[in-house]
Protein backbone atom coordinates (compact mmCIF):
# COMPACT_ATOMS: atom_id res chain seq x y z
CA UNK A 1 0.00 0.00 0.00
CA UNK A 2 2.75 2.38 0.53
CA UNK A 3 4.03 1.80 -2.72
CA UNK A 4 1.04 3.06 -4.10
CA UNK A 5 0.86 6.19 -1.75
CA UNK A 6 4.40 6.89 -3.43
CA UNK A 7 3.83 6.28 -6.55
CA UNK A 8 1.16 8.72 -6.36
CA UNK A 9 3.10 11.60 -4.62
CA UNK A 10 5.72 10.93 -7.16
CA UNK A 11 3.70 10.45 -9.91
CA UNK A 12 2.21 13.95 -9.62
CA UNK A 13 5.05 15.37 -9.04
CA UNK A 14 6.62 13.81 -12.13
CA UNK A 15 3.53 15.58 -14.15
CA UNK A 16 3.77 18.92 -12.33
CA UNK A 17 7.45 19.17 -13.22
CA UNK A 18 7.05 18.41 -16.97
CA UNK A 19 4.28 20.72 -16.79
CA UNK A 20 6.34 23.55 -15.47
CA UNK A 21 8.90 22.84 -18.64
CA UNK A 22 6.07 23.03 -21.34
CA UNK A 23 4.92 26.18 -19.48
CA UNK A 24 8.35 27.58 -19.47
CA UNK A 25 8.73 26.82 -22.84
CA UNK A 26 5.67 28.07 -24.40
CA UNK A 27 6.51 32.03 -23.07
CA UNK A 28 9.67 31.87 -24.99
CA UNK A 29 9.96 33.26 -28.85
CA UNK A 30 9.03 30.96 -31.49
CA UNK A 31 11.47 28.55 -33.35
CA UNK A 32 9.67 28.32 -36.17
CA UNK A 33 9.26 29.81 -39.57
CA UNK A 34 6.17 30.45 -41.31
CA UNK A 35 7.35 29.28 -44.94
CA UNK A 36 6.49 30.45 -47.38
CA UNK A 37 5.41 33.73 -46.20
CA UNK A 38 9.08 33.66 -44.47
CA UNK A 39 12.21 32.06 -45.24
CA UNK A 40 15.13 31.31 -43.56
CA UNK A 41 18.79 32.37 -46.03
CA UNK A 42 20.69 29.42 -46.97
CA UNK A 43 23.61 29.12 -46.29
CA UNK A 44 25.93 29.59 -49.21
CA UNK A 45 27.69 26.24 -49.14
CA UNK A 46 23.95 25.01 -50.21
CA UNK A 47 24.76 21.95 -52.72
CA UNK A 48 21.30 22.08 -54.96
CA UNK A 49 21.25 21.27 -58.80
CA UNK A 50 24.34 21.80 -60.70
CA UNK A 51 24.94 25.05 -62.92
CA UNK A 52 27.28 25.97 -65.22
CA UNK A 53 29.40 28.85 -64.77
CA UNK A 54 29.63 31.50 -66.66
CA UNK A 55 32.82 32.56 -68.16
CA UNK A 56 34.09 36.31 -67.47
CA UNK A 57 35.70 37.05 -70.50
CA UNK A 58 33.31 35.35 -73.17
CA UNK A 59 29.99 35.21 -71.32
CA UNK A 60 29.85 31.39 -72.58
CA UNK A 61 30.39 28.58 -70.37
CA UNK A 62 33.85 27.23 -69.65
CA UNK A 63 33.25 23.61 -70.12
CA UNK A 64 35.45 22.06 -73.02
CA UNK A 65 33.28 18.94 -73.62
CA UNK A 66 35.74 16.65 -72.11
CA UNK A 67 32.83 14.61 -70.48
CA UNK A 68 34.29 13.67 -67.35
CA UNK A 69 31.09 14.94 -65.54
CA UNK A 70 29.04 12.02 -67.82
CA UNK A 71 31.63 9.67 -66.51
CA UNK A 72 31.62 10.50 -63.12
CA UNK A 73 27.87 10.61 -62.29
CA UNK A 74 26.31 7.58 -60.89
CA UNK A 75 23.54 8.08 -62.30
CA UNK A 76 24.14 8.84 -65.60
CA UNK A 77 21.87 12.50 -65.62
CA UNK A 78 24.51 14.36 -67.59
CA UNK A 79 24.48 14.87 -71.32
CA UNK A 80 26.68 16.58 -73.58
CA UNK A 81 26.27 17.71 -76.93
CA UNK A 82 29.29 19.31 -78.83
CA UNK A 83 30.34 20.01 -82.35
CA UNK A 84 33.34 20.76 -84.14
CA UNK A 85 33.30 23.78 -86.69
CA UNK A 86 35.11 23.09 -89.58
CA UNK A 87 39.02 24.83 -89.24
CA UNK A 88 38.95 24.79 -85.32
CA UNK A 89 40.62 22.73 -83.33
CA UNK A 90 38.73 23.06 -80.13
CA UNK A 91 34.92 21.16 -79.61
CA UNK A 92 32.59 23.80 -78.86
CA UNK A 93 29.70 22.86 -76.02
CA UNK A 94 26.13 22.95 -78.11
CA UNK A 95 23.89 21.63 -75.38
CA UNK A 96 24.31 20.62 -71.40
CA UNK A 97 21.61 18.83 -70.54
CA UNK A 98 20.71 17.17 -66.82
CA UNK A 99 17.90 15.02 -65.72
CA UNK A 100 17.53 16.55 -62.29
CA UNK A 101 14.61 13.67 -61.56
CA UNK A 102 18.18 10.98 -61.63
CA UNK A 103 20.09 13.38 -59.94
CA UNK A 104 20.85 12.10 -56.24
CA UNK A 105 22.95 15.46 -55.55
CA UNK A 106 26.49 14.24 -54.56
CA UNK A 107 28.49 16.33 -56.31
CA UNK A 108 30.88 13.60 -58.01
CA UNK A 109 30.80 15.83 -60.99
CA UNK A 110 31.76 19.02 -59.63
CA UNK A 111 34.62 17.30 -58.39
CA UNK A 112 35.37 15.64 -61.90
CA UNK A 113 35.27 18.92 -63.57
CA UNK A 114 38.63 19.64 -64.87
CA UNK A 115 38.03 23.53 -65.82
CA UNK A 116 36.00 24.33 -62.86
CA UNK A 117 32.73 24.75 -65.11
CA UNK A 118 29.81 23.41 -62.89
CA UNK A 119 28.61 25.16 -59.73
CA UNK A 120 25.78 24.12 -57.18
CA UNK A 121 22.73 26.45 -57.46
CA UNK A 122 21.37 28.21 -54.63
CA UNK A 123 17.95 27.20 -55.75
CA UNK A 124 15.64 24.54 -53.24
CA UNK A 125 12.62 26.03 -54.11
CA UNK A 126 12.38 22.96 -56.60
CA UNK A 127 8.21 21.91 -57.70
CA UNK A 128 6.47 20.84 -60.81
CA UNK A 129 3.50 19.45 -62.67
CA UNK A 130 5.42 16.97 -65.09
CA UNK A 131 8.78 15.34 -65.33
CA UNK A 132 9.59 17.29 -68.00
CA UNK A 133 9.96 20.04 -66.22
CA UNK A 134 13.10 18.81 -64.50
CA UNK A 135 15.16 17.91 -67.69
CA UNK A 136 17.13 20.78 -67.25
CA UNK A 137 18.86 22.57 -70.50
CA UNK A 138 22.09 24.28 -68.45
CA UNK A 139 23.38 25.96 -71.43
CA UNK A 140 20.12 27.44 -72.42
CA UNK A 141 20.22 28.68 -68.84
CA UNK A 142 23.32 30.07 -68.83
CA UNK A 143 22.16 32.38 -71.60
CA UNK A 144 19.25 33.64 -69.80
CA UNK A 145 21.26 34.69 -66.80
CA UNK A 146 20.04 31.54 -64.79
CA UNK A 147 23.78 30.39 -64.21
CA UNK A 148 25.98 31.22 -61.36
CA UNK A 149 28.78 33.42 -61.39
CA UNK A 150 31.52 32.41 -59.33
CA UNK B 1 5.10 -14.13 -19.58
CA UNK B 2 2.67 -16.60 -20.88
CA UNK B 3 -1.25 -15.34 -20.08
CA UNK B 4 -4.28 -18.32 -19.31
CA UNK B 5 -5.60 -17.26 -22.58
CA UNK B 6 -2.38 -19.31 -24.50
CA UNK B 7 -3.25 -22.40 -23.24
CA UNK B 8 -7.41 -22.55 -24.36
CA UNK B 9 -6.69 -23.44 -28.03
CA UNK B 10 -10.47 -22.83 -28.65
CA UNK B 11 -10.16 -19.23 -28.07
CA UNK B 12 -10.85 -17.51 -30.76
CA UNK B 13 -7.54 -16.35 -32.32
CA UNK B 14 -7.15 -13.18 -35.60
CA UNK B 15 -4.69 -12.15 -37.69
CA UNK B 16 -3.91 -8.50 -37.68
CA UNK B 17 -1.68 -6.51 -40.51
CA UNK B 18 0.53 -3.89 -38.67
CA UNK B 19 1.47 -1.99 -41.59
CA UNK B 20 3.22 -1.81 -44.11
CA UNK B 21 1.90 1.92 -43.84
CA UNK B 22 1.64 2.00 -39.94
CA UNK B 23 2.89 5.02 -38.25
CA UNK B 24 4.72 2.99 -35.39
CA UNK B 25 6.82 0.80 -37.77
CA UNK B 26 8.36 4.01 -38.79
CA UNK B 27 8.88 3.00 -42.47
CA UNK B 28 7.76 0.05 -44.56
CA UNK B 29 7.70 -2.52 -42.44
CA UNK B 30 4.78 -5.43 -41.68
CA UNK B 31 4.14 -7.34 -39.34
CA UNK B 32 1.53 -10.04 -39.19
CA UNK B 33 0.80 -10.29 -36.20
CA UNK B 34 -1.39 -13.71 -34.41
CA UNK B 35 -3.80 -12.10 -32.31
CA UNK B 36 -5.59 -13.31 -28.58
CA UNK B 37 -7.86 -10.28 -27.80
CA UNK B 38 -5.13 -7.75 -26.84
CA UNK B 39 -2.18 -10.16 -26.53
CA UNK B 40 -0.02 -11.22 -29.46
CA UNK B 41 0.75 -14.94 -29.86
CA UNK B 42 2.95 -15.16 -32.90
CA UNK B 43 4.30 -12.44 -35.24
CA UNK B 44 6.07 -12.79 -38.13
CA UNK B 45 8.36 -9.58 -39.97
CA UNK B 46 7.72 -8.93 -43.77
CA UNK B 47 10.56 -7.34 -45.03
CA UNK B 48 11.78 -6.31 -48.28
CA UNK B 49 9.13 -3.10 -49.28
CA UNK B 50 11.78 -0.85 -49.86
CA UNK B 51 14.63 -3.09 -51.34
CA UNK B 52 16.83 -1.14 -53.30
CA UNK B 53 19.55 -3.73 -54.11
CA UNK B 54 22.27 -1.57 -52.68
CA UNK B 55 24.50 -4.03 -53.19
CA UNK B 56 24.14 -5.54 -56.23
CA UNK B 57 24.66 -1.80 -57.43
CA UNK B 58 27.95 -1.47 -55.76
CA UNK B 59 28.93 -4.63 -57.92
CA UNK B 60 27.97 -3.20 -61.44
CA UNK B 61 29.85 0.48 -61.20
CA UNK B 62 32.99 1.84 -60.49
CA UNK B 63 33.63 2.26 -56.33
CA UNK B 64 33.78 6.02 -56.27
CA UNK B 65 29.79 6.21 -57.73
CA UNK B 66 28.63 4.00 -54.70
CA UNK B 67 29.50 6.47 -52.27
CA UNK B 68 26.12 8.35 -52.72
CA UNK B 69 24.58 4.75 -52.04
CA UNK B 70 25.74 4.80 -48.65
CA UNK B 71 24.11 7.59 -47.03
CA UNK B 72 20.78 6.42 -48.21
CA UNK B 73 20.42 3.24 -46.45
CA UNK B 74 20.89 5.00 -43.32
CA UNK B 75 19.50 8.33 -43.81
CA UNK B 76 19.25 9.43 -40.28
CA UNK B 77 22.73 8.87 -39.51
CA UNK B 78 24.27 9.06 -43.13
CA UNK B 79 27.85 9.84 -41.89
CA UNK B 80 28.79 6.73 -40.04
CA UNK B 81 27.94 5.18 -43.31
CA UNK B 82 30.06 7.17 -45.36
CA UNK B 83 32.80 6.64 -43.14
CA UNK B 84 32.56 2.86 -43.02
CA UNK B 85 32.97 2.93 -47.05
CA UNK B 86 35.62 4.95 -47.50
CA UNK B 87 37.77 3.42 -44.63
CA UNK B 88 37.44 0.47 -46.12
CA UNK B 89 38.52 1.66 -49.70
CA UNK B 90 40.95 3.23 -47.71
CA UNK B 91 42.18 0.20 -46.08
CA UNK B 92 41.97 -1.73 -49.29
CA UNK B 93 44.42 0.73 -51.27
CA UNK B 94 46.58 1.78 -48.33
CA UNK B 95 45.86 5.21 -48.43
CA UNK B 96 46.47 7.81 -46.21
CA UNK B 97 44.33 9.96 -44.07
CA UNK B 98 45.53 13.37 -42.64
CA UNK B 99 44.72 13.74 -39.00
CA UNK B 100 42.98 17.22 -39.26
CA UNK B 101 40.91 15.27 -41.68
CA UNK B 102 40.18 12.16 -39.22
CA UNK B 103 39.13 14.72 -36.27
CA UNK B 104 36.44 16.81 -38.86
CA UNK B 105 34.96 12.75 -39.51
CA UNK B 106 35.16 12.00 -36.13
CA UNK B 107 33.37 15.41 -35.16
CA UNK B 108 30.63 15.22 -37.68
CA UNK B 109 29.88 11.76 -37.37
CA UNK B 110 29.12 12.20 -33.58
CA UNK B 111 26.77 15.23 -34.51
CA UNK B 112 25.27 12.91 -36.94
CA UNK B 113 24.52 10.29 -34.43
CA UNK B 114 23.40 12.84 -31.65
CA UNK B 115 20.99 14.24 -34.56
CA UNK B 116 19.84 10.40 -34.89
CA UNK B 117 19.17 10.04 -31.13
CA UNK B 118 17.26 13.19 -30.70
CA UNK B 119 14.92 11.93 -34.16
CA UNK B 120 14.67 8.68 -32.09
CA UNK B 121 13.67 10.39 -28.96
CA UNK B 122 11.27 12.27 -30.58
CA UNK B 123 9.77 8.83 -32.76
CA UNK B 124 9.51 6.84 -29.86
CA UNK B 125 7.85 8.73 -27.29
CA UNK B 126 5.56 9.90 -30.24
CA UNK B 127 4.68 6.13 -30.26
CA UNK B 128 3.83 6.49 -26.80
CA UNK B 129 1.74 8.97 -27.01
CA UNK B 130 3.73 12.04 -25.78
CA UNK B 131 3.94 15.26 -28.36
CA UNK B 132 5.70 17.60 -26.94
CA UNK B 133 9.21 15.37 -26.97
CA UNK B 134 9.20 15.35 -30.55
CA UNK B 135 9.18 19.11 -30.87
CA UNK B 136 11.70 19.87 -28.63
CA UNK B 137 14.11 16.87 -30.46
CA UNK B 138 13.48 18.41 -33.94
CA UNK B 139 14.19 21.95 -32.94
CA UNK B 140 17.49 20.46 -31.40
CA UNK B 141 18.04 18.53 -34.14
CA UNK B 142 17.80 21.42 -36.60
CA UNK B 143 20.65 23.19 -35.23
CA UNK B 144 22.69 20.06 -36.01
CA UNK B 145 21.47 20.26 -39.32
CA UNK B 146 22.24 23.60 -39.80
CA UNK B 147 25.60 23.56 -38.75
CA UNK B 148 26.43 20.20 -40.91
CA UNK B 149 24.60 21.78 -43.67
CA UNK B 150 26.69 24.38 -43.44
CA UNK B 151 30.06 22.48 -44.11
CA UNK B 152 28.64 19.29 -46.13
CA UNK B 153 25.98 21.35 -48.30
CA UNK B 154 23.37 19.11 -47.73
CA UNK B 155 20.77 18.09 -44.79
CA UNK B 156 20.12 14.24 -44.82
CA UNK B 157 22.08 12.40 -47.22
CA UNK B 158 25.45 14.32 -47.07
CA UNK B 159 28.23 12.28 -48.93
CA UNK B 160 30.69 13.88 -47.35
CA UNK B 161 33.80 12.30 -46.65
CA UNK B 162 35.55 11.01 -49.96
CA UNK B 163 38.87 8.48 -49.60
CA UNK B 164 41.65 10.44 -48.23
CA UNK B 165 39.74 13.09 -46.52
CA UNK B 166 36.37 14.83 -46.70
CA UNK B 167 35.10 16.63 -49.12
CA UNK B 168 35.12 20.04 -47.99
CA UNK B 169 37.13 22.04 -45.01
CA UNK B 170 36.05 23.22 -42.02
CA UNK B 171 35.94 26.70 -40.97
CA UNK B 172 36.09 28.44 -37.54
CA UNK B 173 32.82 29.71 -37.90
CA UNK B 174 31.96 25.31 -37.78
CA UNK B 175 34.10 25.31 -34.67
CA UNK B 176 31.86 28.16 -32.68
CA UNK B 177 28.52 26.95 -33.94
CA UNK B 178 29.51 23.31 -32.34
CA UNK B 179 30.67 24.62 -29.58
CA UNK B 180 27.60 26.73 -28.84
CA UNK B 181 25.43 23.97 -29.33
CA UNK B 182 27.10 21.70 -27.13
CA UNK B 183 26.59 24.05 -24.63
CA UNK B 184 22.89 24.47 -25.20
CA UNK B 185 22.49 20.58 -25.66
CA UNK B 186 23.94 20.28 -22.41
CA UNK B 187 20.80 22.21 -20.71
CA UNK B 188 18.34 20.68 -22.68
CA UNK B 189 19.04 17.32 -21.42
CA UNK B 190 18.36 18.64 -18.48
CA UNK B 191 14.83 19.50 -20.24
CA UNK B 192 14.58 15.92 -21.24
CA UNK B 193 15.17 14.38 -17.90
CA UNK B 194 12.64 16.39 -16.41
CA UNK B 195 9.73 15.89 -19.12
CA UNK B 196 10.87 12.60 -19.87
CA UNK B 197 12.96 10.54 -17.38
CA UNK B 198 10.87 11.03 -14.61
CA UNK B 199 7.82 10.85 -16.13
CA UNK B 200 5.36 8.76 -14.37
CA UNK B 201 3.55 7.53 -17.33
CA UNK B 202 7.16 6.99 -19.30
CA UNK B 203 8.03 4.94 -16.60
CA UNK B 204 4.90 2.95 -16.60
CA UNK B 205 4.88 2.06 -20.01
CA UNK B 206 9.02 1.07 -20.20
CA UNK B 207 9.94 -0.30 -17.71
CA UNK B 208 10.34 -4.15 -17.22
CA UNK B 209 8.83 -4.05 -21.17
CA UNK B 210 10.77 -6.24 -23.32
CA UNK B 211 13.41 -7.35 -21.49
CA UNK B 212 16.37 -8.77 -23.33
CA UNK B 213 18.39 -11.20 -21.88
CA UNK B 214 22.15 -10.82 -22.45
CA UNK B 215 22.14 -14.24 -23.50
CA UNK B 216 19.44 -13.61 -26.28
CA UNK B 217 21.40 -10.04 -27.33
CA UNK B 218 24.04 -12.26 -28.19
CA UNK B 219 21.95 -15.25 -29.84
CA UNK B 220 20.23 -12.84 -32.09
CA UNK B 221 23.35 -10.53 -32.87
CA UNK B 222 21.96 -7.59 -31.53
CA UNK B 223 24.27 -4.41 -31.58
CA UNK B 224 24.55 -1.14 -30.44
CA UNK B 225 22.48 0.91 -27.77
CA UNK B 226 19.94 -2.18 -28.01
CA UNK B 227 22.71 -4.72 -26.83
CA UNK B 228 24.33 -2.02 -24.36
CA UNK B 229 20.88 -1.79 -22.64
CA UNK B 230 21.37 -5.44 -22.09
CA UNK B 231 24.42 -4.61 -20.04
CA UNK B 232 27.09 -5.87 -22.48
CA UNK B 233 29.47 -2.71 -22.83
CA UNK B 234 30.85 -3.72 -26.48
CA UNK B 235 30.68 -0.48 -28.91
CA UNK B 236 33.25 -0.66 -31.98
CA UNK B 237 34.52 2.98 -30.83
CA UNK B 238 35.87 0.77 -27.76
CA UNK B 239 36.69 -2.56 -28.78
CA UNK B 240 37.93 -2.36 -31.97
CA UNK B 241 38.98 1.29 -32.46
CA UNK B 242 39.35 3.29 -35.97
CA UNK B 243 40.05 6.89 -36.79
CA UNK B 244 41.09 8.57 -33.68
CA UNK B 245 38.88 7.15 -31.23
CA UNK B 246 41.57 5.60 -29.45
CA UNK B 247 42.66 9.12 -27.99
CA UNK B 248 39.82 10.15 -26.98
CA UNK B 249 38.40 9.52 -23.60
CA UNK B 250 34.91 8.46 -23.70
CA UNK B 251 32.84 5.80 -21.52
CA UNK B 252 30.34 3.53 -22.87
CA UNK B 253 27.29 3.44 -21.19
CA UNK B 254 25.13 0.20 -19.90
CA UNK B 255 22.27 -0.39 -18.73
CA UNK B 256 21.12 -3.28 -16.05
CA UNK B 257 17.97 -5.03 -16.71
CA UNK B 258 17.77 -4.96 -20.73
CA UNK B 259 13.98 -3.47 -20.79
CA UNK B 260 12.61 -0.84 -22.48
CA UNK B 261 13.87 2.04 -20.05
CA UNK B 262 17.47 1.37 -20.26
CA UNK B 263 17.39 1.32 -23.76
CA UNK B 264 16.33 4.96 -23.20
CA UNK B 265 18.73 5.76 -20.48
CA UNK B 266 21.66 4.26 -22.48
CA UNK B 267 20.75 6.40 -25.43
CA UNK B 268 20.32 9.93 -24.06
CA UNK B 269 23.92 8.67 -22.03
CA UNK B 270 25.18 8.47 -25.04
CA UNK B 271 24.10 11.70 -26.42
CA UNK B 272 26.28 12.94 -23.43
CA UNK B 273 28.86 10.58 -24.59
CA UNK B 274 28.82 12.14 -27.65
CA UNK B 275 28.96 15.84 -26.70
CA UNK B 276 32.28 15.04 -25.04
CA UNK B 277 34.13 13.43 -28.31
CA UNK B 278 32.91 16.16 -30.40
CA UNK B 279 34.55 18.62 -27.77
CA UNK B 280 37.87 16.43 -27.78
CA UNK B 281 37.79 16.23 -31.67
CA UNK B 282 37.59 19.84 -32.09
CA UNK B 283 40.50 20.69 -29.41
CA UNK B 284 42.27 18.79 -30.96
CA UNK B 285 41.67 19.39 -34.86
CA UNK B 286 45.26 20.26 -35.96
CA UNK B 287 45.82 23.12 -39.43
CA UNK B 288 46.76 21.32 -42.36
CA UNK B 289 45.51 19.45 -45.24
CA UNK B 290 41.67 18.39 -44.85
CA UNK B 291 41.95 15.48 -48.04
CA UNK B 292 45.19 14.22 -48.74
CA UNK B 293 46.50 12.61 -51.70
CA UNK B 294 44.59 10.11 -53.13
CA UNK B 295 45.07 8.34 -56.11
CA UNK B 296 42.91 9.09 -58.49
CA UNK B 297 42.20 5.88 -59.99
CA UNK B 298 42.07 3.10 -57.38
CA UNK B 299 42.27 -0.27 -58.60
CA UNK B 300 40.86 -3.09 -56.26
CA UNK B 301 43.07 -5.46 -55.35
CA UNK B 302 41.59 -8.95 -55.59
CA UNK B 303 41.31 -9.90 -51.89
CA UNK B 304 38.89 -9.73 -49.07
CA UNK B 305 38.95 -6.94 -46.85
CA UNK B 306 35.93 -5.91 -44.70
CA UNK B 307 35.71 -2.86 -42.03
CA UNK B 308 33.40 -1.80 -38.97
CA UNK B 309 32.37 1.24 -37.44
CA UNK B 310 29.63 1.75 -34.35
CA UNK B 311 26.70 3.77 -36.63
CA UNK B 312 23.91 5.04 -34.52
CA UNK B 313 21.93 1.57 -34.72
CA UNK B 314 25.29 -0.64 -34.00
CA UNK B 315 27.66 -2.70 -35.83
CA UNK B 316 28.39 -1.79 -39.12
CA UNK B 317 30.01 -3.46 -41.66
CA UNK B 318 31.05 -3.26 -44.79
CA UNK B 319 33.00 -6.54 -46.52
CA UNK B 320 34.60 -6.14 -49.86
CA UNK B 321 36.10 -8.46 -52.91
CA UNK B 322 37.91 -6.85 -55.10
CA UNK B 323 38.90 -7.95 -58.69
CA UNK B 324 41.78 -5.98 -59.59
CA UNK B 325 39.57 -3.37 -61.28
CA UNK B 326 37.75 -0.54 -59.72
CA UNK B 327 34.04 -2.16 -59.72
CA UNK B 328 34.24 -4.45 -56.72
CA UNK B 329 33.20 -8.31 -57.22
CA UNK B 330 30.84 -8.34 -53.94
CA UNK B 331 30.29 -5.51 -51.62
CA UNK B 332 28.41 -6.48 -48.40
CA UNK B 333 26.99 -4.88 -46.01
CA UNK B 334 26.18 -6.10 -42.42
CA UNK B 335 23.42 -3.54 -40.92
CA UNK B 336 22.32 -3.16 -37.36
CA UNK B 337 19.13 -2.72 -37.57
CA UNK B 338 18.09 -6.36 -39.55
CA UNK B 339 19.79 -8.06 -35.95
CA UNK B 340 17.72 -5.52 -33.78
CA UNK B 341 14.40 -6.70 -35.63
CA UNK B 342 15.08 -10.36 -35.98
CA UNK B 343 14.79 -10.70 -32.56
CA UNK B 344 11.02 -9.16 -31.72
CA UNK B 345 9.64 -12.30 -32.47
CA UNK B 346 10.44 -14.08 -29.96
CA UNK B 347 10.57 -11.02 -27.71
CA UNK B 348 7.18 -10.10 -28.15
CA UNK B 349 5.24 -13.12 -27.59
CA UNK B 350 2.83 -12.85 -24.82
CA UNK B 351 2.92 -9.22 -24.94
CA UNK B 352 0.29 -6.87 -25.20
CA UNK B 353 0.05 -4.55 -28.48
CA UNK B 354 0.45 -1.66 -26.96
CA UNK B 355 3.75 -2.84 -25.27
CA UNK B 356 4.90 -4.60 -28.98
CA UNK B 357 4.29 -0.52 -29.54
CA UNK B 358 7.04 0.36 -27.16
CA UNK B 359 9.52 -2.20 -27.78
CA UNK B 360 9.52 -1.61 -31.58
CA UNK B 361 9.93 2.18 -30.20
CA UNK B 362 13.05 1.42 -28.55
CA UNK B 363 14.69 -0.96 -30.90
CA UNK B 364 15.12 2.34 -32.88
CA UNK B 365 14.88 0.53 -36.57
CA UNK B 366 15.00 2.25 -39.86
CA UNK B 367 13.64 0.12 -42.29
CA UNK B 368 15.49 1.35 -45.63
CA UNK B 369 18.49 0.29 -43.69
CA UNK B 370 17.30 -2.98 -43.07
CA UNK B 371 15.74 -3.26 -46.92
CA UNK B 372 18.92 -1.64 -48.60
Known amino acids: MSGYFSDLYHGTKSLLVGLGVTFKEMLKPTVTVHYPRETLTITPNYRGHIELVSDEKTGGSLCITCGMCARACPSACISIHSEKPEGSKKKILTGFELDFTRCSLCGICVESCPTDAIAYSQEYNLAGYSREEFHMDLLGRLGKGGGSLT | ?372
Open chain 2, 1 to 372: MKTEAFKDESRHRFLLNMGPQHPATHGVLRLVLEMDGEYVVHLDPVLGYGHRMHEKMAEARPWPSFLPNTARMDYLAALPYNHGYVCLIEKLAGVEVPRRAECIRVATSELNRVASHLLWLGAFLLDLGAFTPILYGFDDREQILDILEDITGSRLTYSYFRVGGVYRDVDDRFVENTRVFIKRMRKRLDIYNKLVTDNIIFIKRTEGIGVISPEMARRYGVTGANLRGSGIAYDIRKTEPYSIYPELDFEIPVGSRGDCFDRYLVRIKEIEQSLRIIEQALDMLPEGEFRGKAPKKIKLPPRAASFAVEAARGELVYFMVGQDSDVPYRLKVRVPSYANLSLIAELCQGMLIADLVSVMGSLDLVIPEIDR
